[in-house]
């Protein structure tokens, strides 16, 4: 091509940044005779998508200007790689928030079981500066994960009502083995267990072994032998009580991690 608009620039920058190639990235942006905010926020979310935290930062001190993208980005990437006051900062210095931007500190406080970091952003994700802001089911399964790691039952029990209830959103099976999870370690088995029993969906192994682990905890024995069977019938290999505990820890390993 005899001449490269601006567009074409930002199309080739793009390309190298959607394949994960940073430096050709770079090299495209440093060569380009000018830039836009396009350009800017496509190098930011390249720099943060492939963890490289310090290339991020020395972008975003030098855009001439912002935008939610943006921001957004550079919260989830400093969250996500344990920079929470960084993130925080950031955050807070935001003119204006997305319900990503929300749900990526909620999501970072929950990681580090800041349970009261974590809730407070939640509480005040809907009317923040007078914007309504509905939470998204993973806004909600965070909490709930924070609530299950620091043992806020009635909380996390709160939370998970308010979804249906208050906003209109169908729980996942996630949502469902977060809480099945949150009231088994509490000791409330029989609720852990009416709530497979009503799940809209059919029950996975998962569930079953996160209530096996807590009729072990508070020696239920008779309750943990039914359970027990059900675990068998969805996979005979757990019949033996050493595979069993191999998947428990598995489980509970998994809980912090719990996507949508």
């Not at 943060?48 to 912002?66: D, F, L, Q, R, T």
């Not at 990681?111 to 923040?128: I, K, Q, S």
Request: proline share 4%.
């Amino acid at each position: 091509m005899p001449e490269h608009s601006i567009v074409t620039w930002n199309s080739m920058l793009a390309a190298y940044a959607r394949v994960g190639h940073l430096d050709d990235a770079w090299t495209t942006f440093e060569n380009m005779p000018q830039t836009d905010l396009f350009t800017w926020t496509t190098l930011l979310v390249a720099c943060c998508e492939s963890g490289n935290i310090e290339h991020a930062k020395k972008v975003y001190e030098k855009m001439p200007e912002g935008c939610v993208v943006a921001w957004n980005a550079m919260v989830s990437a400093l969250a996500e790689n344990g920079h929470l006051e960084d993130a925080a900062r950031v955050f807070e210095n935001m003119p204006e928030h997305s319900i990503v931007s929300w749900t990526a500190m909620v999501t970072a406080y929950s990681r580090n079981g800041l349970l009261e970091h974590a809730t407070r952003v939640f509480d005040l994700m809907p009317h923040h500066n007078t914007m309504v802001l509905e939470p998204r089911p993973l806004s909600f399964l965070a909490v709930l994960i924070a609530c299950n790691h620091t043992g806020k039952t009635f909380k996390g029990r709160s939370y998970f009502v308010s979804m249906a209830m208050d906003h209109g959103l169908r729980p996942s099976k996630q949502h469902y083995c977060c809480v099945v999870d949150l009231l088994g370690r509490a000791g409330h088995l029989d609720f852990a267990e009416e709530l497979i029993a009503s799940m809209p969906f059919e029950p996975n192994i998962l569930e079953w072994t996160c209530l096996l682990g807590a009729c072990r905890s508070y020696k239920d024995s008779c309750r943990e032998s039914r359970v027990m069977q059900r675990v068998m019938e969805l996979d005979p290999r757990m019949g033996g009580g050493e595979a069993a505990s191999v998947l428990l820890s598995s489980i509970h390993f998994m809980a912090g991690r719990l996507k949508s």
